[in-house]
Nanobody
Framework: QVHLVESGGGLVQAGGSLRLSCAAS????????IGWFRQAPGKEREFVAA????????YYADSVKGRFAISRDNAKSTAYLQMNTLQPEDTAVYYC??????????????WGQGTQVTVSS
């Protein structure tokens, strides 16, 4: 079982940037795929991005391609989501998830507290 803690959220103006962190413990991070999801008020949780355990493959929702970048630092057992050119529609609680593969990550239904991102217009 892996324990995840999200951080880095905040309030930013449209066009600004934030970097979210997902700190992991309890399972060898280097063999764990990581994904980011978000849930806006009144909407279902949606997939944002994922990275394979070896870091060689990344996946993005169409809505964030070219603006967001997922990365990982296995030495720090931490994954990141760099968010650039933020828009008000990116406002949501952001969650990270872990699994043995990206496919497993995308089926995740065990969520932590997440981190709030608010983009003002």
């Amino acid at each position: 079982q892996v324990h995840l803690v999200e951080s880095g959220g905040g309030l930013v103006q449209a066009g600004g940037s934030l970097r979210l962190s997902c700190a992991a413990s309890g399972r060898p991070f280097s063999t764990t795929a990581i994904g980011w999801f978000r849930q806006a008020p009144g909407k279902e949780r949606e997939f944002v991005a994922a990275i394979s355990w070896y870091g060689g493959a990344t996946y993005y929702a169409d809505s964030v391609k070219g603006r967001f970048a997922i990365s990982r630092d296995n030495a720090k057992s931490t994954a990141y989501l760099q968010m650039n050119t933020l828009q008000p529609e990116d406002t949501a609680v952001y969650y990270c998830a872990a699994g043995s593969t990206v496919a497993v990550v995308r089926r995740n239904n065990d969520w932590g507290q997440g981190t709030q991102v608010t983009v003002s217009s």
